[in-house]
């Protein structure tokens, strides 16, 4: 009976055999892809198990870290003004993800990224527990919290930036929400979450970036721009357009209320008034290409990234009348307020278009590991041809529609914009205001505001009514920061 | 029957072997040891210091250790000196970790490590007892039949109470706990195929056709075989116990190839079960889902991570060295087998691939000194009974460590020793206590040269 035994006692030693196979291919083999699956909670748990890093605006953290107790995720995430942030930092939330810079440098702040490798390291041989990194910001405190305030409660938007880096200041959108409220796991955190989701105004939703408006009058700046590249207009010469303006292949008129001096009038006097007529009527003998061709070199028709991602602004092929009406800012043309600050600011930097972004540099527990530099994107229009439309918004400041836009011994330019709504212009207007200020050393802040809509009666909104004192304080903020 | 030609070539010397039993003490203390550092490891993790009870569940471990050892010294002197610390550490280390996971407050069952002390305990005692009292396993062999009408009593026995989590292998009585027959039937069932195998096996094996260069059994021959089949099929059916229906089956066939040295009846046994896993599993829901289980471990379920994913992160998170006691996350499995069937994951997470593979060299050890006890013993009867536990012990051990790492569907079985449950600890015990009886037999010195060649011939042991 011994030689079947010897061979039993093979087979049993196999068995062992194959169970150590196995726990050597589970345990060795397969045990990163195990142990870094999004759905292993101890990632989770790992994650959470040390503060994170912070986001730094003007030298102080606008983030921050709390031990938690009762949860397997030790740490949570809490903010300082946060709703005033929150368009800026989102959330990094235990149960529900991340947004925004947050989720943008996520593994960064998270300490995991491949960039801290070597401080990891360090930590891991001197045994202290990881440590995440900052997030510099670019940001503008002041610029930032005077745009907040300015919205007030009222749903809108506000974008600043350099226009000589192309560096973001102020980044506001309402209404907001508290990233704290929602970064635990709790019940409490749940509920809000869900509340957020339903809320019919999207306190999520980062307008400055994300959504798209007619950005109605202000866009005739952008026409201005091709008006004057294309030499067939210029900033004192009539420009030969009748106001009332008949829209191509329609019976359909353009012209404006209270009946201003568009007849014919020069590019000065039409931007001073915003005269319909006239900027219809470019856009319309320039032709639909030429006007996505300015556009584009403006920033249309792509998304940015500063680095959280921003929505595409969208000037797009269509008819002579739809081309035309999209030549004034109405019909499809769309942009974000980032798009129109940017708009503004590569005027304001004459004629020189600047990559925005939003971040400056990450540090490491110990180092810088990334610094940015600011970038060029373009030059949509010549020094020149920029000169004489900051020529012109100037005017407008001083004489136009845009007077509410003034500073104290500082020079404006600026537009203002009231983008129509639904049918027949049913619904409560878009008021758009967009500026720069210049000083002698060039311009140090272009802004762009949107107020969605508002409890104000129709007549009142305009762009310089509701969005220029706005766009006003940014740029007193940034100024006054700057003394 | 000439027993002894096969029996007693270099197992058997005459001049008496060492007992042992000194380096059975020797490794005991180890056995004894080990555990309780991994106790205060345990607690220095989770609380910072040394656990209240430290000194107390040493010296209980201990005193177990040491009556166990001394009995074995008395009735038992040349037993296999490794089993009893092989057990004693698995025992001591499945204490612990279930004590561990204890304290984690969302574990059911919540507290479990007192009561399985005293299922130890009891374990123990009946290790004992069965040392004590069955003074030859030969004894056995008297009670054949009746083992196999108290196994099939026992087997049928959880038909008549309702199931436990799918499954039908619990007897529950109210107010005393309920209990897992199927681990005592085990033993039970070995007890009749030896005796019955050594009876038959000469039958089984000569009486065969030759066919396409293999012996076919002849039909009657075949029946048993297709009895203890139809017997594990229907447990699988009416339990829906995969695991306890495969260990009987692949016992016999074990021991059916033993006995009869045919290697046919090692093809028909796989023949024959996988035709039966087939059969069961495009028929019974439980066991299709187990088997969909095993091939997608880590599918989620209506966006939930299933308990089987679960023990594959624990696994994966612990990596080649584990988190350490203490500091694993084995609770995320979550469900009721946490301290039973999934006990493994936690060992995986926290004491590594490392301590995964001790762990299964210790099983691995344990299984071959069975099997070495099989070879050593000197009567057919103790032969198929030692290779019959030891291929049980080893086929449940597969079974359920295999089951839990997914590289077979997994079934309800428990670690033997480590994981929580009375029934098991108790019945393991008393197996690995035959065992000793056997090996004590085995290699205690030969009886004195008989006087006469009459008084040699009355010693052949005989059915």
């Known amino acids: 009976m011994n030689k079947p035994l010897r061979r039993i006692a093979v087979f049993c030693g196999i068995l062992i055999m194959a169970l150590l196979v196995r726990v050597n291919w589970v345990q060795f083999v397969q045990a990163d892809e195990l142990q870094s699956d999004d759905r292993n909670r101890r990632v989770a748990v790992e994650r959470y198990a040390h503060p994170r890093g912070d986001i730094i605006v003007e030298g102080k953290a606008v983030t921050g870290s709390t031990e938690t107790d009762g949860s397997d995720y030790q740490y949570k995430r809490t903010h300082k003004n946060g709703p005033v942030w929150a368009p800026v930092t989102g959330r990094a939330s235990q149960a529900f993800g991340t947004s925004m810079l947050e989720g943008v440098y996520d593994e960064f702040l998270t300490g995991t990224d491949d960039r801290l490798f070597f401080n990891r390291t360090i930590d891991m041989l001197t045994g202290k527990p990881m440590e995440g990194g900052n997030v510099v910001t670019t940001l503008n405190a002041e610029a930032q919290r005077a745009a907040f305030e300015g919205l007030g409660d009222k749903k809108g938007a506000v974008a600043a930036i350099d226009p000589q880096t192309g560096a973001i200041l102020a980044l506001a959108s309402t209404p907001s929400y508290d990233p704290s409220a929602i970064a635990g796991n709790s019940k409490e955190d749940e509920k809000k979450w869900v509340a957020l989701n339903d809320d019919p105004d999207k306190p999520m939703l980062n307008r400055a970036l994300r959504e798209t408006y007619p950005p109605g009058s202000t866009f005739k700046v952008v026409t201005a721009a091709a008006a004057l590249e294309s030499g067939r207009y210029d900033i004192d010469k009539p420009s030969g357009i009748e106001d009332p303006y008949q829209l191509p292949q329609s019976t359909d008129t353009l012209s404006n209320y209270g009946s201003p001096p568009c007849d014919d009038a020069t590019l000065k006097v039409a931007l001073q008034y915003s005269c319909n007529a006239t900027f219809a009527g470019i856009s319309h003998e320039l032709g639909n290409e030429k006007m996505i061709e300015v556009a584009e070199k403006f920033g249309y028709n792509t998304e940015h990234f500063v680095p959280i991602r921003s929505a595409e602004s969208v000037y797009p092929e269509d008819n002579q009348p739809q081309n035309a009406q999209a030549g004034i800012g109405q019909a499809s043309n769309r942009a974000t307020p980032l798009q129109m600050a940017m708009v503004t600011a590569a005027i304001a930097n004459d004629g020189k278009l600047m990559k925005p972004y939003m971040v400056d540099r990450l540090e490491g527990p110990r180092s810088v590991v990334e610094q940015t530099e600011p970038e060029e994107l373009g030059q949509p229009l010549s020094a020149t041809n920029a000169g004489k439309l900051q020529d012109m918004m100037e005017n407008v400041v001083e004489n136009g529609t845009g007077t509410n836009g003034r500073l104290d011994g500082v020079t404006v330019g600026g537009k203002t914009g009231t983008a129509q709504r639904g049918v027949d212009n049913s619904e409560s207007p878009y008021a758009w205001f967009i500026s720069y200020a210049m000083t002698d050393g060039g311009s140090p802040v272009a802004v762009a505001v949107v107020v969605e809509d508002s409890n104000a009666q129709r007549d009142e909104i305009s762009g310089g009514g509701l969005a220029a004192p706005i766009a006003k304080d940014v740029m007193r903020a940034v100024l006054d920061g700057r003394s | ?463």
């Open chain 2, 1 to 463: 029957m000439s027993t002894n030609t096969t029996g007693g070539t270099s197992t058997v010397s005459a001049g008496g072997l060492p007992s042992r039993r000194n380096t059975e003490l020797a490794l005991l203390a180890f056995a004894v040891v080990i555990p309780v550092f991994a106790y205060a490891n345990v607690g220095l993790a989770k609380n910072g210091s040394l656990p209240a009870g430290m000194v107390g569940y040493g010296l209980g471990l201990g005193l177990l250790a040491a009556v166990a050892h001394l009995l074995v010294r008395k009735f038992a002197p040349y037993a296999d000196p490794l089993i009893l610390p092989i057990c004693t550490l698995l025992n001591g280390l499945g204490l612990v970790l279930i004590w561990r996971l204890d304290q984690e407050p969302r574990v059911e069952p919540l507290n479990a490590a007192p009561g399985q002390l005293m299922w130890s305990a009891v374990g123990v005692a009946l290790f004992l007892a069965v040392l004590v009292f069955l003074k030859d396993h030969r004894i056995l062999q008297r009670y054949t039949y009746i083992s196999m009408a108290a196994a099939i009593v026992l087997l049928a026995l959880p038909m008549f109470f309702p199931a436990v989590n799918g499954a039908k292998i619990w007897v529950t009585i109210p107010g005393v706990g309920s209990l897992q027959p199927g681990e005592f039937a085990k033993i039970i069932i070995t007890v009749f195929f030896a005796g019955y195998l050594m009876v038959k096996r000469d039958a089984l094996a000569l009486a065969s056709r030759r066919f396409l260069g293999i012996y076919l059994p002849r039909g009657r021959d075949l029946g048993p075989i297709l009895a203890i089949w139809a017997l594990s099929l229907l447990i699988l059916v009416f339990e829906t116990d995969l695991g306890t229906s495969l260990l009987f089956f692949g016992m016999f066939v074990v021991m059916l190839y033993v006995a009869t040295e045919r290697t046919s009846w090692i093809l028909f046994g796989l023949l024959l079960s996988a035709a039966g896993a087939v059969f069961v599993a495009s028929f019974n829901s439980h066991v299709a889902s187990r088997v969909h289980n095993w091939l997608n471990p880590l599918e989620t379920v209506n966006g939930n991570v299933t308990e089987t994913a679960q023990v594959m992160y624990a696994f994966g998170s612990g990596g080649l060295f584990g988190s350490g006691l203490g500091e694993g996350y084995s609770r995320f499995i979550g469900g009721i087998a946490v301290k039973s069937d999934y006990i493994l994951a936690t060992v995986g997470e926290e004491l590594g691939l490392t301590g995964m593979m001790a762990i299964l060299l210790l099983y691995g050890l344990l299984i071959e000194r069975g099997i070495r006890t099989a070879l050593a013993a000197r009567d057919p009867f103790g032969k198929l009974l030692a290779v019959g536990l030891s291929g049980a012990f080893a086929i449940q051990v597969f079974v359920v460590a295999g089951g839990v790492t997914a590289l077979i569907p997994l079934t309800g079985m428990t670690m033997p020793f480590l994981a929580q449950g009375g029934s098991s600890v108790i019945a393991n015990w008393a197996l690995f206590a035959i065992l000793l009886r056997i090996s004590d037999t085995a290699r205690r010195p030969a009886p004195a040269p008989a006087p006469s060649p009459d008084v040699e011939m009355t010693q052949v042991v005989r059915p």
